[in-house]
């Protein structure tokens, strides 16, 4: 298993211009997360998915938009990037044994997002 | 709110002895406790986790203890080698029973050779 990974690694965008971060899991985790980090802080919840189709927003949704398509795909879209979305993005994906909500999340290696 | 975090941000220890970085959190609700590892460049590496039906759970050189009392989480490394050189991030389960994580700040852990 290649477990998850992210695309692309770096990115350096202007202010105003979209892009959308890639996140594919191959574990058949029906759950999946989007954090951003930024420097000599912790991880923030942007935005999780329980299962394909459904959606929910994290700690600091604003700026950012997701879609749970399939099971293994969690893109993440920035519209209208601003320096203050310059952070570095880690997707993640777990599946909660029987009973349970709450369990081990495995991480991507991240995208180093800058936006000037 | 919520809100997980760290004792000290940067710990400093001689290669071989032991590690403790200690960890607060605030929902007494909480079920579910994660330490995480990061390198530089790198993403959360799992370490170790523990549910709030245990005080105690070890792994191979780590053991994580809860204490539910003083909703307290502790991260102890034995006999710390130069390969343990990074971050440690521990993290608790949010409320409202919807599989999320609430982070801490992270320790930085210095192994002096």
């Known amino acids: 298993n290649a477990g998850v990974t992210q695309t692309p690694k770096f990115r350096i965008l202007k202010i105003g211009q979209s892009m959308t971060l890639q996140c594919t899991q191959d574990?058949?985790?029906?759950?999946m997360y989007w954090y951003r980090q930024d420097p000599g802080m912790g991880l923030k919840l942007i935005y999780y998915?329980?299962?394909?189709?459904?959606?929910d927003k994290g700690e600091v949704p604003n700026g950012y938009n997701v879609s749970r398509s399939t099971t293994e795909d969690f893109p993440l879209r920035l519209e209208l990037a601003a320096p203050s979305q310059t952070s570095v993005y880690f997707c993640?994906?777990?599946?909660?044994?029987?009973?349970?909500?709450?369990?081990?999340?495995?991480f991507g290696p991240g995208t180093r997002l800058t936006v000037l | 709110g919520e809100n997980v975090g760290l004792h000290l941000p940067t710990l400093s220890v001689q290669e071989g002895d032991n590690s403790i970085i200690n960890c607060a959190y605030s929902?007494?609700?909480?079920?579910?406790f994660i330490w995480y590892k990061q390198e530089s460049g790198k993403g959360p590496q799992f370490i170790i986790d523990?549910?709030?039906?245990?005080d105690k759970r070890q792994g191979q050189r780590v053991t994580v203890l809860l204490n539910k009392t003083v909703k307290h989480l502790s991260l102890q490394i034995a006999a710390t080698q130069p390969g343990d050189s990074a971050v440690y991030f521990c993290?608790?389960?949010?409320?409202?029973?919807?599989?999320?994580?609430?982070f801490g700040q992270g320790t930085t852990l210095q192994v002096k050779p």
């Open positions: 993640a994906s777990s599946y909660p044994a029987l009973g349970l909500v709450t369990d081990t999340q495995y």
């Open positions: 574990m058949n985790h029906n759950y």
């Open positions: 998915s329980v299962g394909a189709g459904i959606t």
């Open positions: 929902n007494s609700a909480s079920d579910y």
């Open positions: 523990i549910r709030s039906n245990m």
């Open positions: 993290a608790a389960e949010g409320s409202g029973n919807t599989g999320k994580l609430i």
